[in-house]
């Protein structure tokens, strides 16, 4: 792992590099952090995917450079663009695509095979990212943001070029079952959703619970399939 920095358009982000060990170009994965910043589980989950899938993954450090954990969160709760996860006008969600493509343009990186998990606070991206071509993988726990209806803007759903991959809990305030369920319906067969009776914030559980290794394990092999 190494730590690098992306010089993004408002600020320059710090990042955690695990690279692929191989001489070709392999996947990317960007492994977005929830409210709670990074997390000793999420370097250890990055460390495996990128050992045993032999992916590139890179993990945003989202409260880096110039913005703090205040400074980032607060704008989910009173922005109505960001709170409601639109398509224009999101500050956080414009940021992740510069991420995105800069990552993509890495030497080691094949920019047609990306990538993606997200969660709670940065669920919401991973529904945006699924438009995106490149992304053949995108990944959702849980969801906190948008507020209304499936958490997607309407319109984007026939937009989504790739299967979504999500994993949701049967009892959550933050992304409540109508949530889920209008996800499903928005989206029909282009969400493969899995539902657990685990707490909010299934990533950080991957390695102490069996629900959630069986969460990481069914992410991994999707990478796996997706990712060629």
């Known amino acids: 792992m190494k730590k690098i920095t992306l ?19 392999r996947p990317g994965i960007i492994f977005l952090p929830d409210l709670t910043g990074i997390q000793e589980a999420t370097h250890q989950s990055a460390k ?10 890179i993990i945003p450090d989202l409260y880096s450079g110039s913005i703090n954990m205040q400074k980032y969160c607060v704008r989910f709760l009173i922005d109505e663009a960001i709170r409601n996860n639109h398509a224009t006008n999101n500050a956080p969600l414009n940021e992740f695509f510069e991420i995105l493509d800069q990552f993509k343009a890495f030497d080691e990186v094949d920019e047609e095979q990306m990538g993606v998990i997200g969660q709670c606070l940065t ?6 990212a699924a438009i995106r071509p490149e992304v053949k993988a995108p990944v959702v726990f849980h969801h906190s943001f948008g507020r209304k ?10 937009l989504v070029q790739n299967k979504i991959q ?23 067969d282009k969400l493969e ?5 685990l707490p909010h914030g299934i990533p950080h559980l991957f390695f102490r619970n069996k629900q959630a290794k069986t969460a990481f394990d069914r992410m991994m092999s999707y990478f796996e399939t997706q990712l060629k």
């Open 149 to 158: 209806g499936s958490g997607f803007p309407k319109g984007c759903a026939a």
């Open 48 to 57: 495996i995917i990128a050992a045993e899938g032999n992916f590139n993954v």
């Open 7 to 25: 010089p993004l358009m408002t600020r320059d982000m710090s990042c955690y590099y695990y690279q692929a060990n191989s001489n070709e170009k």
């Open 166 to 188: 999500g994993h949701f809990v049967h009892l959550d305030p933050f992304c409540p079952a109508s949530r889920i369920k209008a996800l499903e319906e928005e989206l029909g």
């Open 193 to 197: 959703d899995y539902k657990y009776w």
């Open 123 to 128: 669920g919401g991206f991973v529904l945006h």
